[in-house]
T-cell receptor, first 113, second 111 residues
């Protein structure tokens, strides 16, 4: 079935460690997005990519990095510079970069050890 | 920036009851979507509805873009409808489908 796969479902980070969250889609969508959700809150945009080899910062990009080397994949790295990384991370994709419905993966819960 | 406000913040219903959730936005939008987040965190796309009315089973949505609001109707609610309902909008001048989310309405349906 077509969809968006995020892995792992749960991730623990030690102090000073970088961790990478995986997002893969087989929907042939051009655009991909990373959002962060804190408890009791809506989602906030971290990074987005309209096309392969291109990406832009969202509203809360500090402490995060991404790459878009393949159309299907948009991994997110949470660096040690992100001082409050504990959150629920959701990846989304859409057919094109604007005016299109976005579809979401099942998310990754990141916690600090 | 654009503001998205959802009401009510919390709602408790008995199974079988009907409800209306509201989303107000402060500026013109390109795109409006309603999502349901279940207790496991999965975010399901319910409607893509920048204007007009759509129906899908017991759920329907109406967006009146000129008056800057959208409504989500849930009829004959079931316990599986529980979770958080989010409204999200995209500004017309945005580059790249950047959705701005409201704070959500948390719905609890009791058997």
């Amino acid at each position: 079935d077509g969809g968006i796969t995020q892995s792992p479902k749960y991730l623990f980070r030690k102090e000073g460690q970088n961790v990478t969250l995986s997002c893969e889609q087989n929907l042939n969508h051009d655009a991909m997005y990373w959002y962060r959700q804190d408890p009791g809150q809506g989602l906030r945009l971290i990074y987005y990519s309209q096309i392969v080899n291109d990406f832009q910062k969202g509203d809360i990009a500090e402490g995060y990095s991404v790459s878009r080397e393949k159309k299907e994949s948009f991994p997110l790295t949470v660096t040690s510079a992100q001082k409050n990384p504990t959150a629920f991370y959701l990846c989304a994709s859409s057919r094109r970069w604007s005016n299109q419905p976005q579809h979401f993966g099942d998310g990754t819960r990141l916690s600090i050890l | 920036g654009i503001q998205v406000e959802q009401s009510p913040p919390d709602l408790i219903l008995q199974e079988g009851a009907n409800s209306t959730l509201r989303c107000n936005f402060s500026d013109s939008v390109n795109n409006l979507q309603w999502f349901h987040q279940n207790p496991w965190g999965q975010l399901i796309n319910l409607f893509y509805i920048p204007s007009g009315t759509k129906q899908n089973g017991r759920l329907s949505a109406t967006t009146v873009a000129t008056e800057r609001y959208s409504l989500l109707y849930i009829s004959s609610s079931q316990t599986t409808d529980s979770g958080v309902y989010f409204c999200a909008v995209e500004r017309p001048d945005n580059q790249g489908g950047k959705l701005i989310f409201g704070q959500g309405t948390e719905l609890s349906v009791k058997p």
